[in-house]
């Protein structure tokens, strides 16, 4: 573990704004207004939010890469686990956003839109948003969160610290837990579960809301990097 801890020693800074525009956004969820940081915000006993909003985690890493047991009430087995970053753990976050709670259905303890991966498979967006899109909330930056791996362009993760491909840390602009402080707390000094906990680690393309409607288009800069990227969006430009 020691390499682990050489990995995550620097401290990285984070952005007020949301580089997505939430603009984008249709209002279902009273307009989230800005990017904040959950374990700053629980830190300091506040919401780190204007008014009645609350800072939430769109996080949805799990432990060994399942998908959050937000409906299962604790169950673990091998499709679904604790959540990581989110529901009962959104104070181990350090990426998130603004939502006044209350005017939604949610199953998260803290009323928190649920968080989603834009990654997964349809069906699994589909499970865990019950029908609704998942809707990546900001987007990569492309000088910082991008990585090369075998000859392709994409975004960092978890994976690329323990194979010492990236330094975490500062290297990139919107990582999840810069130097591990919310995987310390939640593998509780076990070795495995850190571990495993770094692993689902990840960069601005892997976390979401589940929205109803109105899913702004947003490009994967790192991957644009590549000569047979495919644009998503009207014209290619990303965010648009």
Same mark, same amino acid.
């Given at each position: 573990?020691?390499?682990?801890?050489?990995?995550?020693?620097?401290?990285?800074?984070?952005?007020?704004?949301?580089?997505?525009?939430?603009?984008?956004?249709?209002?279902?969820?009273?307009?989230?207004?800005?990017?904040?940081?959950?374990?700053?915000?629980?830190?300091?006993?506040?919401?780190?939010?204007?008014?009645?909003?609350?800072?939430?985690?769109?996080?949805?890493?799990?432990?060994?890469?399942?998908?959050?047991?937000?409906?299962?009430?604790?169950?673990?087995?091998?499709?679904?686990?604790?959540?990581?970053?989110?529901?009962?753990?959104?104070?181990?976050?350090?990426?998130?956003?603004?939502?006044?709670?209350?005017?939604?259905?949610?199953?998260?303890?803290?009323?928190?839109?649920?968080?989603?991966?834009?990654?997964?498979?349809?069906?699994?967006?589909?499970?865990? +948003?019950?029908?609704?899109? +998942?809707?990546?909330?900001?987007?990569?930056?492309?000088? #910082?969160?991008?990585?090369?791996?075998?000859?392709?362009?994409?975004?960092?993760?978890?994976?690329?610290?323990?194979?010492?491909?990236?330094?975490?840390?500062?290297?990139?602009?919107?990582?999840?837990?810069?130097?591990?402080?919310?995987?310390?707390?939640?593998?509780?000094?076990?070795?495995?579960?850190? #571990?495993?906990?770094?692993?689902?680690?990840?960069?601005?393309?892997?976390?979401?809301?589940?929205?109803?409607?109105?899913?702004?288009?947003?490009?994967?800069?790192?991957?644009?990097?590549?000569?047979?990227?495919?644009?998503?969006?009207?014209?290619?430009?990303?965010?648009?």
């Amino acid at each position: 573990m020691n390499l682990l801890k050489t990995a995550l020693t620097y401290a990285v800074l984070f952005s007020v704004g949301a580089v997505t525009s939430v603009a984008c956004f249709e209002p279902e969820l009273d307009i989230p207004s800005f990017r904040c940081n959950p374990a700053q915000a629980s830190a300091q006993g506040d919401n780190g939010c204007p008014g009645d909003e609350t800072c939430c985690s769109d996080d949805p890493a799990a432990v060994g890469g399942k998908i959050p047991n937000y409906y299962m009430d604790g169950v673990s087995n091998e499709r679904y686990g604790a959540p990581l970053f989110s529901d009962n753990n959104n104070a181990l976050s350090t990426q998130g956003m603004c939502v006044k709670t209350g005017d939604f259905d949610s199953p998260l303890v803290n009323g928190c839109p649920v968080p989603c991966n834009p990654k997964w498979d349809t069906d699994t967006i589909n499970e865990i +948003c019950m029908g609704s899109q +998942c809707c990546q909330t900001q987007e990569l930056d492309p000088a #910082r969160d991008c990585i090369m791996v075998d000859g392709k362009w994409r975004g960092a993760n978890g994976s690329d610290i323990l194979a010492m491909r990236s330094g975490w840390g500062g290297q990139h602009a919107t990582n999840q837990d810069p130097v591990a402080a919310g995987c310390t707390v939640f593998s509780q000094n076990d070795p495995k579960s850190l #571990r495993d906990c770094i692993e689902q680690l990840g960069v601005a393309s892997s976390r979401g809301f589940c929205y109803l409607l109105g899913c702004p288009c947003v490009e994967d800069v790192c991957e644009m990097k590549n000569p047979d990227y495919v644009p998503r969006c009207t014209g290619g430009a990303p965010g648009v």
